[in-house]
């Protein structure tokens, strides 16, 4: 049986390495990792749990390539950094400093057969030169160097989870080469499966003040697919302010709170004061009777600061600071400028910030609130297990993370959907060439003899 060897950069849970495995063990070939990185802790406990012991480094930046083994192919799901504005070649943005020189240094020194790199949709976009473009200059830097200087065949697309029978829409980008094929990713024949299918029934509901107040002003079947945040809304939104969290409030406040987050986000008020306009800022009592008629409106305003819908407060302006190499931009309050009423909470403010709803899909699942989803169970509302978590990245039953939630959810977050990841390698696997092939079968024949 011929042994593929291969390298996992950016490991997090193994999830490139379990499709690359599947697609290639399954279509007759033995595979072996070499190496994995992985700089987080729990990430590698996670790892070493769920893999048998093998060569783990950490910080890739201080891995020689002479003390990495030899392979065939190289996975990484790689972190996008924004690439320097200095160093310009022919065009494109020089890597130096980010995460995928790395992997260009890796692949121009060992010379691997192929690679699968994925990272967000985001970066197709990344660095647009021209909104009418397709592609960004960050993207366009990277298949320069993968095609033109590493003399790679090289395709990109990005999939969706949601084709693979994954009930949840997780875009990706997946960058694929090899030395001697483009490989086709597309994909022929969508499955599409709704929550339902992964979720688990009769676990432990959340017992709170919180969830006391979503029921005591909806039913359950009217929960399914809200969202719960403040600065945003739309059909699908509960706000703070409907289930009375920091205290009730009346029906002339609960009118003027919907007018307000719309209108902090519009960008004439900001060029009024003379400000730097940012998605939400805080209008001042003048602004708001322009838009919201009330002889009480300061004695509205004041009791939804006191009760914490609102925030009394200095709008904010972009300040540049200039370092030489980069430019820092943050947001601070301008002390120059009217103080205004601002809208407090976002989404991340809540226990709960979305209901999922089991008869359709989940959200892209992030790091940053993937512990805040709720889902329907026993009458009640519960947070998403991790075992679901797993499962809706198609992770099989067998694999476990054997760390707190916190650092679990972090790790799902970041992962990847492995069914996608089996179609990629698959259509990897199916283009390996016969010759190399033929070779690596004469090779270990003769050792074998030897």
Sequence with gaps: MQKIKFIDLFAGLGGIRLGFEKSFQDLGFETECVMTSEIKPYAVKTLVKNF???YFVGDIF????????????LLGGFPCQPFSAGGKRQGFLDTRGTLFFEIERI?????????????????????????????????????YKLEKELNYKVTC????????????????????????????????????????????????????????????KFEMKDL??????????????????????????????????????????????????????????ALTLKQIATFHEDKNLKALLDDLVKKGYLRYEYPKKLVRENSGTSVKKYRKHDTTKPKGYNIVTGKLSFEINKILDPNDIAPTL??????RLAVPDNNGLRKLTIREGLRLFGYPEWYEIPVNESEAFDLLGNTVAVPVVEHVAKRLALNYPQELKKEKEELLLTNSID
């Design 224 to 281: 399914y697919g809200k969202s719960i945040k403040d600065k945003r809304g739309g059909a699908n939104n509960i706000h703070s302010w409907d289930i009375g969290i920091k205290g009730e409030v009346s029906d002339d406040q609960k009118i003027l709170l919907n007018k307000l987050f719309k209108e902090r986000r519009k960008k004439h008020w900001a060029d009024q004061i003379g400000i730097d306009w940012m998605d939400g800022m």
């Design 62 to 73: 201080k891995v020689k390539s002479s003390q990495i083994p030899n392979f065939d192919f």
């Design 157 to 216: 697309k990005v999939l969706d989870s949601i084709e693979f029978g994954l009930p949840q829409s997780r875009k990706r980008i997946f960058i694929v080469g090899t030395k001697t094929n483009s490989v086709n990713l597309n994909v022929e024949a969508p499955k599409f499966k709704p929550l339902s299918h992964i979720l688990e029934n009769g676990l432990e509901t959340i017992k709170s003040d919180f969830v006391e107040k979503l029921f005591s």
């Design 366 to 371: 992030v790091a940053t609130d993937v512990s």
């Design 52 to 54: 048998d012991h093998e």
């Design 107 to 143: 692949l121009r020194d060992k010379e691997p057969h192929g690679f699968i790199l994925e990272n967000v949709e985001g970066l197709v976009k990344h660095d647009l030169e021209n909104k009418n473009d397709g592609m960004g200059r960050t993207l366009k830097t990277i298949l």
